[in-house]
């Protein structure tokens, strides 16, 4: 449990750092709130588990976890490089600069 909890730790803080690097700042409070969306949602329904185990079988719970985990790695693969580059204060130098790093990658 311990071992979970410093990863849940661990990726809560990164996902943090991701935020601020991604988003310009005339944007970023809105979007750092609206990215921890999704870890409330999940924090009301992960007690429900506990339910759905008594009604299903154990590997239940564990298959929708997996599938959450593998739906995120991948999307986390889409994200921006942002090493090396400053932080836009706008969201016109945002869209600049990623615009000009896409290009790049082409």
Known sequence: ATIGK????TCTDLSGLAFVEIFPTSVRQTMIGSGAIP???GAVIAPFTKELVTYTHLSVMYVIYGIIAMVEAISVQFLPETGHLDIPDTIEE??????KQS???R
Not at 6 to 9: D, E, K, L, Q
Not at 94 to 99: P, R, V
Request: proline share 0%; charged share 5%; net charge negative.
């Open 94 to 99: 945002a869209e600049l600069t990623f615009s």
């Open 6 to 9: 410093f990863f849940i730790i």
């Open 39 to 41: 870890g409330f949602i």
């Open 103 to 105: 290009n790049q990658n």
